[in-house]
């Protein structure tokens, strides 16, 4: 029994040490609570360490990113987007442990490929727009820069015409972290559902509150 504690609680170094801590005094007490003595019994009753260890990292990636949706104003865009890719992945990964989900996870994997390569493709778009108009702005300035001595009016408009595309560029990429971390959110928003809908739990895992 303390070999599959041990080896859970090696499986948790994302987690703090008092997070950690906290984990490994829950299922062990549970385990001696059970009588359940050796390692094997412990895998019958929670599963793999990495399966369990995997459900656990999940369920504090979702309670982190649910304390900080309420304290929504004092994040950044870019880290709140960090913090739901990150949930996504362990989310997935702690389905890809769980055999019995793995099924279900193909047809959810279809799905989530088909909405990424949508997302992708308007992405890409985007992108390449964003730029085109970044080159528009650099040439805008180049030909002002070079023209300006020479015709000051033809310089000026091609200067005008230089700045009002980077500042465009500028606003334009504000909108593409706006967009790709609305998406991150509907996917972790997602995640989260399949997750709290289709992952099985055991007793302990349903006992114990984070």
């Known amino acids: 029994m303390n070999e599959y504690i041990q080896t859970v609680q090696k499986l948790l170094g994302q ?22 003595e050796t390692y094997q019994q412990a895998v019958d009753e929670l599963g793999s360490p990495r399966s369990l260890a995997r459900k656990v990292l999940a ?20 880290q709140a987007t960090k913090n739901n890719v990150r949930t996504v992945w362990l989310i997935i990964l702690a389905l890809l442990s769980t055999p019995v989900t793995i099924p279900i996870l193909i047809v959810i ?19 390449a727009v964003y730029l085109s108009i970044i080159a528009v702005g650099v040439m805008g300035l180049v030909m002002g820069v070079s023209t300006i001595f020479q015709a000051p009016w033809t310089g000026i408009f091609y200067l005008g015409i230089g700045f009002f595309a980077l500042g465009a560029s500028w606003i334009g990429w504000l909108i593409l972290k706006w967009i790709g971390s609305k998406v991150a959110w509907a996917l972790s928003w997602t995640a989260q559902k399949i997750y709290h809908r289709f992952i099985p739990r055991s007793r302990a895992e349903r006992g114990r509150k984070l």
């Open 59 to 78: 369920d504090y990636s979702i309670k982190m990113t649910e304390q900080a949706g309420d304290h929504a104003q004092s994040r950044s865009t870019v």
């Open 109 to 127: 994997g279809g799905l989530f490929l088909a909405f990424a390569a949508v997302v992708f493709s308007l992405f890409v778009a985007a992108l």
């Open 15 to 36: 987690l703090t040490t008092a997070e950690q801590q906290e984990v490994v005094e829950y299922y062990r007490e549970y385990l001696l609570d059970a009588g359940i």
